[in-house]
């Protein structure tokens, strides 16, 4: 019983430390609002219990399954890193290149067509790769190989996969939720400032998931 528990804790904090500060949902957030621009409150409120419930899926998807899935078609982290980093500087480099309002074309929809054009971006872009990406997923998929030490996985570390993925997900959840209050704080000045350089940010993190995938894919084959 001692060491079930044990297992089950030990899961539990190595996923919430592990990834947390990877995803960094305070500094995410501001590229939530950017990306939500023109929703109301309740719209965002929606859509931050959208993305909490797809990062949760991903998430203990990546830990149980991860390793099959990538074994399955033939992949390794290095390429995910790649694909996931060329996504991510995708999505920075619309954010930086945007007007001061980076999505103000939704503002002049209807509300039925607004909140269609929202909902359209739960999954891609804005958990993924903005919330959950190729850097956080490769830890995910490496935490849950940590956890095969039996095979299958037993039920403390399942368990335990499962609480980590929801106490992530709530604080993605509150970070997100919260945002519009932040951005009221700060201002409309202030708020294009932080986005702006959020934005930069968030390109400079995807090429060095770029970087970080190219060198280990080419070091892996002159091994």
């Known amino acids: 019983m001692t060491e079930t528990v044990t297992t089950f804790a030990q899961v539990v904090a ?37 993305v909490a419930r797809h ?11 991860g390793s099959s ?8 982290l290095a390429e995910i890193r790649i694909a996931g980093g060329l996504l991510v500087i995708a999505t920075a480099w619309h954010l930086i290149r945007a007007e001061q309002t980076p999505d103000s074309t939704i503002v002049a929809l209807s509300p039925s067509d607004r909140a269609e054009a929202l909902d359209s971006r739960g999954f891609y872009p804005l958990t993924f790769p903005v919330t959950i990406g190729p850097g956080t997923l490769s830890i995910a ?3 849950g190989a940590g956890m095969r030490t039996n095979n299958p996985i037993d039920v403390a570390a399942l368990l335990g996969a499962i609480l980590g993925g929801a106490l992530i997900s709530s604080t993605v959840y509150l970070c997100y939720r919260f945002a ?7 201002g409309a000045a202030g708020t294009v400032v932080v986005l702006r350089l959020s934005a930069f940010i968030l390109l400079s993190v995807g090429v060095k998931i770029l970087c970080d995938g190219v060198v280990e894919r080419f070091t892996a084959g002159s091994a």
């Open 14 to 50: 190595v996923a919430f430390a592990a990834l947390v500060p990877v995803i960094n949902p305070p500094g995410v957030a501001p590229i939530f609002l950017s990306l939500t621009a023109g929703a109301g409150d309740a719209a965002r409120a929606r859509m931050a219990a959208r």
């Open 55 to 65: 990062s949760f899926v991903l998430l203990v998807a990546a830990m149980l399954a």
């Open 69 to 76: 899935i990538l074994a399955l078609f033939g992949l390794s």
């Open 141 to 143: 998929v490496t935490v």
């Open 180 to 186: 519009p209050r932040v951005e009221r704080t700060l």
